[in-house]
């Protein structure tokens, strides 16, 4: 009784099987990615040669240690916002002066406009005017 039950499971298991085979092979030769495996995802790149988001780091550096073999789909542009576009500028300003070896550049910070930046060679920034800031008012806390 229950023997006739499991075994129509396992015909339709199999024909299921043969289904997701054929729907493979089809794509296949159309040229197309089938399935990226679970647990895996298509966006992939060692190194960053461009400003990237935080978000899209956060997701590079998450995909990256699930697997390293998985195929690459093509990355989608996404509109960055007025703050990105600050960073963006500012980490382009940034990669020029080190590139240049100096240690100041022109960036452009929230609190004072176009100002002046200082870089360190481990590629951290920071506003000159904001750190004076920051100092004198802990200075004034403290006392
Ligand atoms: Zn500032």
């Known amino acids: 009784m229950n023997s006739n039950l499991a075994h ?9 099987i043969a289904l997701a085979n054929q729907v493979d092979d089809f794509l296949k030769a159309k040229g197309k990615v089938t399935q990226i495996p679970f647990g895996q995802s298509g966006v992939s790149r060692s190194k ?4 990237t988001t935080s978000q899209e780091t956060m997701r590079k ?4 240690s699930v697997s390293v073999n998985r195929p690459v789909l ?6 960055l916002t007025k703050e990105q576009q ?4 500012n980490f382009d300003a940034k990669t020029k002066a080190l ?9 452009k910070c929230d609190l004072h406009g176009l100002t002046v930046y200082k870089v360190y060679k481990s590629g951290k920034c920071h506003c000159v005017e904001c750190r004076e ?3 004198q008012l802990r200075k004034e806390a403290s006392a």
């Open 8 to 16: 129509d499971v396992y015909i339709n298991q199999g024909k299921a």
């Open 48 to 51: 960053p040669e461009s400003y």
């Open 61 to 64: 550096m998450m995909t990256r």
């Open 74 to 79: 093509k990355t989608i542009e996404k509109k």
């Open 86 to 89: 600050r960073h963006k500028f």
């Open 99 to 107: 590139d240049a070896g100096q240690n100041y550049f022109e960036g």
């Open 133 to 135: 800031r920051t100092k």
